[in-house]
C-alpha cells in the first residue's frame, strides 16, 4: 500500500521537474530560470525523502539537508551576480 | 552597479551560517557510522563561510576570521602525516590506526579512534583548499 502511494507521488514530483525544466530552457529572462532551478532543487529533495522512504533507509537524510543547504547558496550567488554584477566584492562600498 | 540594501541577506546569513558550521561538525563527527565525514564536513564549513563572503565582502571575514587558508592546508596535511607516521612508534606499520573505549566526564563510555586525527587533517585540507581558490578568484579585478 505504502509502495503504491509513494510510487505515485514520485510520478508527480517528476511531471513538476519536467514542467520545471521546460521552464529553465525556455524561461524568457534570468531571473526566470534561477527561481525555475531553485525549484528543481527543492523538487530534487522531495524525490531523495520518497526514495529513502521506497528504500527503507535513513542514511539519506544528510543528502536533504544538503541539498536544502546548497540550493539556498546558489541561488542567493546567482541573485547576487544579477543585482551587482559581482558576486565576492572585495569591499562593500557603503 | 547599483546602491543596494542586503538587510535581509545579512540578517539571514548570521542565522544560518551557525546553523550550517553545526551541521558540518554533526558531518565530521558522525562519518566513522553514518554518512559523513572530513570531506563533506569540510565543504560544509567552507559552504557557511562562502555564505559570510557572498552576504558580506572579503575583508570582513579576514577581520573575523584571520586565517591564512594555505597554511591552514600546509597544517592539516602535517597533521594527517604525523598521524599515519605515529603508528611507527609502536612498532607497527604505517597508517596502522588503534582505537579504545574509555569513560568521559560528560559523554560516558566513548570509543576513540586515531583515524578521527587523520579526519581532520583532511577536513583542514579541505576547508584551505576551497576557501583559497574562492578568495583568489574573487580577488580578480
Same mark, same amino acid.
Given at each position: 500500500?505504502?509502495?503504491?502511494?509513494?510510487? &505515485? @507521488? *514520485? /510520478?508527480? =514530483?517528476?511531471?513538476?521537474?519536467?514542467?520545471?525544466?521546460?521552464?529553465?530552457?525556455?524561461?524568457?529572462?534570468?531571473?526566470?530560470?534561477?527561481?525555475?532551478?531553485?525549484?528543481?532543487? &527543492? @523538487? *530534487? /529533495?522531495? =524525490?531523495?525523502?520518497?526514495?529513502?522512504?521506497?528504500?527503507?533507509?535513513?542514511?539519506?537524510?544528510?543528502?536533504?539537508?544538503?541539498?536544502?543547504?546548497?540550493?539556498?547558496?546558489?541561488?542567493?550567488?546567482?541573485?547576487?551576480?544579477?543585482?551587482?554584477?559581482?558576486?565576492?566584492?572585495?569591499?562593500?562600498?557603503? | 552597479?547599483?546602491?543596494?540594501?542586503?538587510?535581509?541577506?545579512?540578517?539571514?546569513?548570521?542565522?544560518?551560517?551557525?546553523?550550517?558550521?553545526?551541521?558540518?561538525?554533526?558531518?565530521?563527527?558522525?562519518?566513522?557510522?553514518?554518512?559523513?565525514?572530513?570531506?563533506?564536513?569540510?565543504?560544509?564549513?567552507?559552504?557557511?563561510?562562502?555564505?559570510?563572503?557572498?552576504?558580506?565582502?572579503?575583508?570582513?571575514?579576514?577581520?573575523?576570521?584571520?586565517?591564512?587558508?594555505?597554511?591552514?592546508?600546509?597544517?592539516?596535511?602535517?597533521?594527517?602525516?604525523?598521524?599515519?607516521?605515529?603508528?611507527?612508534?609502536?612498532?607497527?606499520?604505517?597508517?596502522?590506526?588503534?582505537?579504545?573505549?574509555?569513560?568521559?566526564?560528560?559523554?560516558?563510555?566513548?570509543?576513540?579512534?586515531?583515524?578521527?586525527?587523520?579526519?581532520?587533517?583532511?577536513?583542514?585540507?579541505?576547508?584551505?583548499?576551497?576557501?583559497?581558490?574562492?578568495?583568489?578568484?574573487?580577488?580578480?579585478?
Amino acid at each position: 500500500m505504502l509502495n503504491i502511494v509513494v510510487s &505515485i @507521488s *514520485l /510520478i508527480a =514530483v517528476a511531471l513538476s521537474m519536467i514542467g520545471i525544466v521546460y521552464r529553465v530552457i525556455k524561461g524568457p529572462t534570468t531571473p526566470d530560470r534561477v527561481i525555475a532551478l531553485d525549484s528543481l532543487g &527543492i @523538487s *530534487l /529533495i522531495s =524525490v531523495i525523502g520518497l526514495i529513502s522512504v521506497l528504500m527503507r533507509t535513513s542514511v539519506f537524510l544528510e543528502v536533504i539537508l544538503l541539498l536544502g543547504i546548497l540550493a539556498f547558496i546558489g541561488t542567493v550567488a546567482f541573485s547576487k551576480y544579477l543585482e551587482k554584477g559581482e558576486i565576492i566584492q572585495r569591499e562593500r562600498d557603503q | 552597479m547599483r546602491k543596494t540594501n542586503d538587510l535581509i541577506l545579512q540578517t539571514v546569513t548570521k542565522v544560518i551560517s551557525f546553523i550550517i558550521i553545526l551541521f558540518s561538525i554533526h558531518l565530521f563527527f558522525a562519518g566513522h557510522y553514518t554518512p559523513g565525514g572530513g570531506f563533506i564536513g569540510g565543504l560544509m564549513t567552507a559552504a557557511a563561510l562562502v555564505l559570510l563572503l557572498l552576504a558580506y565582502d572579503i575583508k570582513t571575514l579576514d577581520n573575523i576570521l584571520p586565517f591564512d587558508y594555505k597554511l591552514m592546508t600546509a597544517a592539516g596535511l602535517l597533521i594527517a602525516v604525523l598521524t599515519a607516521a605515529g603508528s611507527l612508534l609502536f612498532n607497527v606499520p604505517f597508517f596502522t590506526h588503534a582505537y579504545d573505549y574509555f569513560d568521559l566526564p560528560l559523554l560516558g563510555e566513548t570509543s576513540l579512534h586515531t583515524a578521527v586525527l587523520f579526519d581532520i587533517g583532511v577536513y583542514m585540507v579541505v576547508i584551505g583548499i576551497t576557501m583559497t581558490i574562492i578568495q583568489t578568484i574573487g580577488e580578480s579585478e
